[in-house]
């Protein structure tokens, strides 16, 4: 099973400010087969980036994937006030599938 | 527009059964692998089952093996996935979602498992 470590667990910014968020696999990630969600409190998740890299549909593109193999990160390039949420990352490459246990961004 | 809703859930009493739909509406659902994943109250995502677009591969988290079944019809443009021997660490909303990448999501059914 593949271990995904997000890290920090919480993130404190302002509004403005760059958001940079990492996932850590313990193994290789499969094609580079790992997403992004956003998650806000009462909704379920939504898709911002798919393939490590690739924004899925109407996703700003202030939000952008990088990375491959094991390391994969997140950047928000100026957070907007409807940022503020948890994101996770998952990884669809082989089964089981598995999500990392999310990072918190709050306004600082 | 791309529409999936959950319906199924409800309170349950440990060692019972639930059987969860997800109507899908919008998109040529046969085409399509489907997704469960669950949220626990106040916790992270956990992915449970995938089922490729014509049946022929089915996965399962090992948290849930050998008691749920996720199944579909793609006559009825309708996902399924069938609890059974519940326990409270089943408690959790029930999303699906669509394809691979999870690109779509309903929002969720909530099962609760309790005596």
């Known amino acids: 099973e593949i271990v995904l470590t997000q890290s920090p667990g919480t993130l404190s910014l302002s509004p403005g400010e760059r958001a940079t968020l990492s996932c850590r696999a313990s193994?290789?990630?499969?094609?580079?087969?790992l997403a992004w969600y956003q998650q806000k409190p009462g909704q379920a998740p939504r898709l911002l980036i798919y393939?490590?890299?690739s924004r899925a549909t109407d996703i700003p593109d202030r939000f952008s994937g990088s990375g491959s193999g094991t390391d994969f990160t997140l950047t928000i390039s100026r957070l907007e006030p409807e940022d503020f949420a948890v994101y996770f990352c998952?990884?669809?490459?082989?089964?089981?599938?598995?999500f990392g246990q999310g990072t918190k961004v709050e306004i600082k | 527009e791309v529409q999936l809703v959950e319906s199924g859930g409800g309170l349950v009493k440990p060692g019972g059964s639930l059987r969860l739909s997800c109507a899908a509406s919008g998109f040529t659902f046969s085409t399509y692998t489907m997704n469960w994943v669950r949220q626990a109250p106040g916790k992270g995502l956990e992915w449970v089952s995938s089922?490729?677009?014509?049946?022929?591969?089915?996965f399962y988290a090992d948290s849930v093996k050998g008691r749920f079944t996720i199944s579909r019809d793609n006559a009825k443009n309708s996902l399924y996935l069938q609890m059974n021997s519940l326990r409270a660490e089943d408690t959790a909303v029930y999303y699906c979602a669509r394809a691979a990448a999870g690109d779509y999501w309903g929002q969720g059914t909530l099962v609760t498992v309790s005596s």
């Open positions: 193994q290789s990630v499969s094609s580079s087969y």
């Open positions: 089922i490729t677009s014509t049946s022929g591969d089915i």
């Open positions: 393939g490590a890299s």
């Open positions: 998952r990884q669809y490459g082989s089964s089981p599938r598995t």
